[in-house]
């Protein structure tokens, strides 16, 4: 926005920038192009890049002078932060690439401020971008969950002179206006060469659900699953259990981005938003199915195996299809699939082997709940076979499994109760799926 307004008014800079709000996700790939409209109000412009952001920015003939003084800083209530601005990235603390990573230093943080400096890169708005890393760096040394934070709004940026050039050394000082279950504020000083050269007030972060387990899953998703296997290590995965860690619509929003490719995504967007909690919970349980199976295979160097990379499609009885994506070939397996409520359930088998699963909440009478869950799998494999179920009968043979009998042969179903982990709604629930 800028650029585009000092272009528009030669001879004059622009000095601030105030208002901005953020609306929505801009997708970096494919590319996209996007309309921006002008509205000039005397000294000043108000520029709407397209349905994502808008902000009113204020040109000069000059940059104002004098600059303000530089914050003073109480060093008696600073300490180290929990990691290095170098280990920021290796460790994916940030998720931002080679071209946005700025951040030179993480000098110490208070119980309301941090205090870093940035290596002014060559990307355009990287630099001011690395102010927001090192606010988040107080994020994340500060707290164990909500740590994934991103932009969403800003009160004003004043500049007072021009940008650095690439490779210039610039001092961040970050102090915490606000703070809430779902929101930081801040405002941030940057200074070059001990003076001033722009004020950012009312920086404002959106934070995001997030858990303990989760996060390592948000850094490394190539080599780590939200769903958690079961069965013996280094076998095949018979089955895996998801349980969703991410109430607020926006959190699903960024884990759905995470974890489906472009054609899914399209597919997702399409649905009700009632269908997408469920859709998207069966979609990553299967990827991950798949991916545990890969990574089992590779032993003690499993290869990345990238969500996106495993396409998954709808098809009859829960089972669906899968394909690899860029590249990526899988081995001739099934999976199926199915949730309820905040979990989710996905079985493996080789080849084209039906295994039907089931999954329901027990909300009362517990053999109500297993009738339940057995005339799923039974239906489910009679839509996967072609085959008749319509007149099965049951023979109990144990707490954990039942045998049932159709006309032409003889099914066994296992079952398993599972419970929501301590920090979601306490329900139960009845796993049952074809030996």
Same mark, same amino acid.
């Given at each position: 926005?800028?650029?585009?307004?000092?272009?528009?008014?030669?001879?004059?800079?622009?000095?601030?920038?105030?208002?901005?709000?953020?609306?929505?996700?801009?997708?970096?790939?494919?590319?996209?192009?996007?309309?921006?409209?002008?509205?000039?109000?005397?000294?000043?412009?108000?520029?709407?890049?397209?349905?994502?952001?808008?902000?009113?920015?204020?040109?000069?003939?000059?940059?104002?002078?004098?600059?303000?003084?530089?914050?003073?800083?109480?060093?008696? +209530?600073?300490?180290?932060?929990?990691?290095?601005?170098?280990?920021? !990235?290796?460790?994916?603390?940030?998720?931002?690439?080679?071209?946005?990573?700025?951040?030179?230093?993480?000098?110490?943080?208070?119980?309301?401020?941090?205090?870093?400096?940035?290596?002014?890169? #060559? #990307?355009?708005?990287?630099?001011?971008?690395?102010?927001?890393?090192?606010?988040?760096?107080?994020?994340?040394? $500060?707290? $164990?969950?909500?740590?994934?934070?991103?932009?969403?709004?800003?009160?004003?940026?004043?500049? !007072?002179?021009?940008?650095?050039?690439?490779?210039? %050394?610039?001092?961040?000082?970050?102090?915490?206006? /606000?703070?809430?279950?779902?929101?930081?504020?801040?405002?941030?000083?940057?200074?070059?060469?001990?003076?001033?050269?722009?004020?950012?007030?009312?920086?404002?972060?959106?934070?995001?659900?997030?858990?303990?387990?989760?996060?390592?899953?948000?850094?490394?998703?190539? *080599?780590?699953?939200?769903?958690?296997?079961?069965?013996?290590?280094?076998?095949?995965?018979?089955?895996?259990?998801?349980?969703?860690?991410?109430?607020?619509?926006? +959190?699903?929003?960024?884990?759905?981005?995470?974890?489906? %490719?472009?054609?899914?995504?399209?597919? *997702?967007?399409?649905?009700?938003?009632?269908?997408?909690?469920?859709?998207?919970?069966?979609?990553?349980?299967?990827?991950?199915?798949?991916?545990?199976?890969?990574?089992?295979?590779?032993?003690? =160097?499993? #290869?990345?195996?990238?969500?996106?990379?495993?396409?998954?499609?709808?098809?009859?009885?829960?089972?669906?299809?899968?394909?690899?994506? /860029?590249?990526?070939?899988?081995?001739?397996?099934?999976?199926?699939? $199915?949730?309820?409520?905040?979990?989710?359930?996905?079985?493996?088998? /080789?080849?084209?082997?039906?295994?039907?699963?089931?999954?329901?909440?027990? $909300?009362? =009478?517990?053999?109500?709940?297993?009738?339940? #869950?057995?005339?799923?799998?039974?239906?489910?494999?009679?839509?996967?076979?072609?085959?008749?179920?319509?007149? !099965?009968?049951?023979?109990?043979?144990?707490?954990?499994?039942?045998?049932?009998?159709?006309?032409?042969?003889?099914?066994?179903?296992?079952?398993?109760?599972?419970?929501?982990?301590?920090?979601?709604?306490?329900?139960? !629930?009845?796993?049952?799926?074809?030996?």
């Amino acid at each position: 926005m800028s650029d585009l307004v000092s272009r528009s008014r030669p001879g004059s800079v622009v000095t601030r920038l105030r208002d901005l709000r953020l609306t929505r996700w801009l997708a970096a790939a494919p590319g996209v192009e996007v309309p921006i409209q002008f509205e000039p109000q005397a000294t000043d412009v108000r520029v709407a890049f397209g349905d994502y952001s808008t902000a009113v920015l204020s040109t000069a003939p000059v940059y104002p002078s004098p600059p303000p003084a530089v914050w003073p800083v109480d060093l008696a +209530s600073e300490r180290p932060l929990l990691f290095t601005a170098s280990e920021m !990235y290796d460790l994916r603390l940030m998720f931002h690439g080679k071209q946005f990573q700025g951040v030179s230093e993480l000098t110490a943080l208070g119980p309301r401020h941090v205090r870093g400096a940035i290596t002014t890169p #060559a #990307a355009p708005g990287a630099l001011l971008d690395c102010a927001g890393q090192i606010l988040g760096s107080w994020i994340i040394s $500060t707290f $164990t969950t909500r740590t994934r934070v991103l932009p969403v709004g800003l009160d004003g940026i004043t500049w !007072y002179g021009p940008p650095p050039p690439t490779g210039a %050394s610039v001092g961040c000082h970050a102090r915490i206006t /606000h703070l809430d279950e779902n929101t930081v504020k801040a405002d941030i000083q940057l200074t070059l060469d001990g003076v001033v050269w722009a004020e950012l007030n009312g920086w404002q972060n959106r934070r995001f659900d997030n858990h303990p387990q989760t996060q390592a899953v948000e850094n490394w998703p190539e *080599f780590r699953a939200l769903s958690t296997p079961s069965g013996p290590s280094g076998e095949l995965p018979t089955r895996v259990e998801l349980f969703e860690r991410w109430g607020d619509l926006g +959190s699903r929003d960024l884990v759905m981005r995470n974890h489906l %490719s472009s054609a899914e995504r399209a597919e *997702f967007e399409a649905l009700s938003p009632v269908r997408r909690r469920g859709w998207l919970l069966e979609r990553i349980a299967a990827k991950d199915a798949v991916r545990h199976l890969l990574w089992s295979a590779g032993q003690n =160097d499993p #290869a990345p195996v990238f969500p996106a990379e495993i396409r998954v499609e709808e098809a009859s009885g829960g089972q669906v299809r899968l394909s690899g994506l /860029h590249g990526r070939e899988l081995p001739p397996i099934s999976v199926t699939v $199915t949730q309820a409520c905040e979990f989710a359930v996905a079985r493996l088998s /080789h080849g084209d082997q039906v295994s039907p699963i089931a999954v329901v909440e027990v $909300t009362g =009478d517990p053999q109500e709940a297993r009738a339940r #869950a057995v005339a799923t799998v039974v239906r489910h494999y009679g839509e996967a076979t072609g085959q008749a179920v319509e007149g !099965y009968r049951e023979q109990p043979a144990g707490t954990d499994s039942t045998r049932v009998a159709l006309p032409y042969g003889e099914l066994m179903i296992d079952l398993d109760q599972v419970r929501n982990p301590p920090d979601l709604p306490e329900r139960d !629930y009845l796993v049952a799926w074809l030996r």
